[in-house]
């Protein structure tokens, strides 16, 4: 069974970046749709972004459109989110997610355990 495996999180201040990763490991995510999502305290789950297979093509959600940019490489299994001018709204644990998280049909596909992006001034 896959499994997924975050990391890059940490604390910043308004307008700074983080990088965030997602290393799969125990097989292959080649053929996988991959989202991340977040969570923020007392809130749901909220899609942040989708890349197809072979990174032709990817989705934003409009809160992070123009900040955020989501890339892989399937050499690596690994998927990346590049977090720049952070808002303090965006303080939440990121997720990676199997496949397209706009369809609820993945809700059930495996997670990470997160990485906490926390902004602050």
């Known amino acids: 069974e896959v499994q997924l495996v975050e990391s890059g999180g940490g604390l910043v201040q308004p307008g700074g970046s983080l990088s965030l990763t997602c290393v799969a490991s125990?097989?292959?995510?080649?053929?996988?749709?991959m989202s991340w999502v977040r969570q923020a305290p007392g809130k749901e789950l909220e899609w942040v972004s989708t890349?197809?297979?072979?990174?032709?093509?990817?989705h934003y959600n409009d809160a992070v459109k123009g900040r955020f940019t989501i890339s892989r490489d399937n050499a690596k299994n690994t998927v990346y989110l590049q977090l720049n001018s952070l808002k303090i709204e965006d303080t939440a644990m990121y997720y990676c997610?199997?496949?397209?998280?706009?369809?609820?049909?993945?809700?059930?596909?495996?997670r990470g355990q997160g990485t906490q992006v926390t902004v602050t001034s």
């Open positions: 997610h199997r496949g397209d998280f706009r369809n609820p049909a993945t809700w059930n596909l495996p």
């Open positions: 125990g097989g292959s995510i080649y053929d996988d749709v």
């Open positions: 890349i197809d297979q072979h990174s032709y093509n990817a």
